[in-house]
């Protein structure tokens, strides 16, 4: 008898893939002590995009958050998503930061760690498994599976050797974009229990409508571990519904051993939960047949989705989709997964927006086309190469083999912000963000965004937003509400920034209905900027935050040359000087938000 062994991804993956990963831990905590009955061989809860989530939206500390799963659930194995060498940021990190934010994940709790190079090039990988089993803990080896012209059984075996090899304790075959079929998956799985001798678990999701049989074929072949989620999270772009696989299973020879009664329970309960988030909710999560050709993941999708939605462009979601397997090719075909899936789904979203290819570049493509990401799984397209790189060299080393140790660094540059390690961890791995939350948690002003839009036409009194656009007699305003007053005080206080300016704002009666009105003395930074029409105007395609500015009035630049970085869509992009000249005026700053057609810098 093989009993078929579950990993639960609600806490994590399913609301990653589903509502944009905007869980928050009170929501999810009153149901842990029903989850921690179950028997689940793990639960998922860390890891992925949650970590930046937290830092980002929620205002949560993402090591408490594991902190309290761990109080929360003494009798279940915890388990995270990490990116190899890449943690859970969007860059690589030098060997020294891997190891530590390793070691303090396992303190804090973590049991196993599911460890995964977007590229598939194990190179990133080995310093975060060596890392994993020096802690004590269990080290998952991870197979990014995804098809191509490059990609086949053949490659993922021989990639499934080598893990077990560097010391992995299991091996997950890692469907992300529910690309597999069932006939696949009986020959993968059969030729990989054939060839190694460790635990397999199959994560898949169900986007296309296949992942419940591809479990079952699984099953059927020598894999006894399966990713699920709860019924009232599972699908489409989520997993399938651990109940459905539970009663599935029963009475076979497969036979879970898990209560049903209990697991519809917890599955009421987030039915409940569920109905909060729903602004979050994307119409794109449903079951879609088409990622069997675009190959999008479910969180890339419902990710995209917001981010067109917050350039006015959701309707252009089709042309984006279409573009997506164009970038790939022309990047050496990389599985769509984390990082990667958002270095191309950024790009295309570029490329349509911009309706004009490669003309906005982010600096991941460029580093990307570098091989500062690692190894593409095959050659990269000569002509977009050329275009964004130039004659800059590809190296072809194991990138982190080019980084110092950065832990001194970081120590040094976060300063009395951090506590502890776990806030220098924090800060490595999104410094813009992690900056901005330690100074928040600081100064006591941790705001979470709503869960609901903000009619303008309502007090923020009842639900403050976090940040919002306003436009008044002609001019834009970046509104950000950062701290309020009692709601018992007669004339309660909120503090905003507006366009990076602190202003504070009193408002004297509470329950009156009216939206807080802000006039233009206000401190305006940045928003009057002119409008860009001549050829030395240099504006951005879509909004953003200034990550640098890298000029000042007076410089000389050429054609190309670099002026400001942006970062839009979690991706940074390099805006370049539309001529030769010289430096006229520059009228942003670092940390100002920018919109379309704003002159940035007159270039005369």
Request: with cysteine; charged share 25%.
């Amino acid at each position: 008898m093989a009993q078929v062994q579950i990993t639960d991804t609600t806490l994590r993956d399913a609301h990653q893939s589903l509502l944009a990963t905007r869980f928050r831990l009170k929501d999810m905590l009153p149901v842990c002590e029903k989850m921690d009955q179950v028997g689940f061989w793990s639960l998922e809860v860390w890891g992925g995009a949650n970590f930046d989530s937290c830092i980002r939206f929620l205002k949560e500390d993402p090591w408490e958050r594991l902190c309290q799963f761990r109080r929360a659930l003494p009798n279940t194995r915890l388990q995270m998503l990490l990116r190899g060498q890449n943690l859970l940021g969007y860059r690589h990190y030098s060997d020294d930061v891997v190891r530590a934010f390793v070691q303090k994940s396992a303190d804090h709790g973590m049991d196993v760690f599911r460890v995964f190079d977007a590229l598939n090039d194990l190179r990133n990988v080995r310093v975060s498994i060596e890392s994993v089993k020096a802690a004590g803990k269990h080290a998952q080896g991870t197979i990014c599976y995804t098809t191509s012209p490059v990609h086949n059984v053949s490659v993922f075996v021989a990639m499934a050797c080598e893990l077990e090899a560097m010391g992995c304790d299991s091996i997950a075959i890692k469907d992300m974009a529910g690309l597999l079929t069932p006939g696949v998956t009986a020959e993968l799985v059969s030729a990989l229990t054939h060839a190694v001798n460790i635990p397999l678990h199959l994560h898949s999701h169900a986007t296309s409508g296949l992942a419940e049989m591809c479990q079952l074929k699984a099953v059927e072949n020598g894999c006894f571990h399966i990713d699920t989620a709860t019924s009232t999270l599972s699908g489409g772009t989520s997993h399938p519904a651990t109940e459905s696989m539970v009663a599935a299973f029963k009475d076979s020879e497969y036979d879970t051993g898990l209560n049903l009664e209990l697991l519809q329970e917890i599955g009421a309960y987030f039915y409940g939960v569920r109905k909060k988030y729903h602004h979050f909710e994307s119409e794109f999560t449903g079951l879609d047949t088409r990622v069997q050709v675009n190959q999008i993941p479910g969180g890339m999708i419902s990710n995209l989705a917001h981010q067109l939605r917050d350039q006015n462009a959701l309707g252009r979601m089709n042309e984006v989709m279409a573009e997506v397997p164009r970038v790939r090719e022309e990047l050496g075909y990389p599985p769509l997964v984390t990082p990667l899936s958002q270095v191309v789904g950024t790009q295309a979203v570029l490329n349509v927006l911009t309706e004009e290819r490669y003309k906005s570049v982010t600096n991941e493509v460029k580093n990307y086309l570098l091989g500062y990401y690692g190894k593409s799984p095959t050659d990269t397209n000569d002509v977009v190469r050329q275009q964004v790189c130039g004659d800059e060299k590809v190296i072809t080393c194991r990138p982190a083999d080019l980084l110092d140790d950065e832990m001194p660094r970081l120590r040094k540059e976060i300063g009395h912000l951090a506590e502890s390690e776990e806030d220098v961890l924090s800060y490595a791995m999104f410094p813009d963000i992690g900056r901005e939350f330690l100074e928040q948690r600081a100064a006591g002003i941790l705001v979470p965004e709503p869960l609901e839009p903000v009619d303008s036409g309502k007090s923020v009194c009842g639900a403050p937003p976090v940040e919002f656009n306003v436009a008044l007699h002609g001019e834009k305003y970046h509104i950000k509400v950062v701290g309020k007053g009692l709601a018992s005080q007669n004339g309660r206080a909120f503090y905003v920034l507006v366009d990076g300016i602190s202003e504070e704002i009193i408002v004297e009666t509470l329950d009156e209905l009216g939206a807080i009105e802000v006039s233009e003395s206000t401190g305006t930074n940045g928003s009057t900027r002119p409008h860009a029409d001549a050829p030395g105007d240099v504006s951005t395609s879509m909004p953003g935050v200034v990550v640098e500015v890298l000029v000042s009035a007076g410089d000389v630049v050429k054609e190309g040359d670099s002026l400001i970085v942006v970062e839009a869509m979690k991706m940074e992009t390099e805006i370049q000087a539309p001529i030769n000249g010289k430096v006229m005026a520059v009228h942003v700053k670092k940390g100002d938000h920018v919109n379309p057609d704003e002159m940035l810098i007159q270039i005369g």
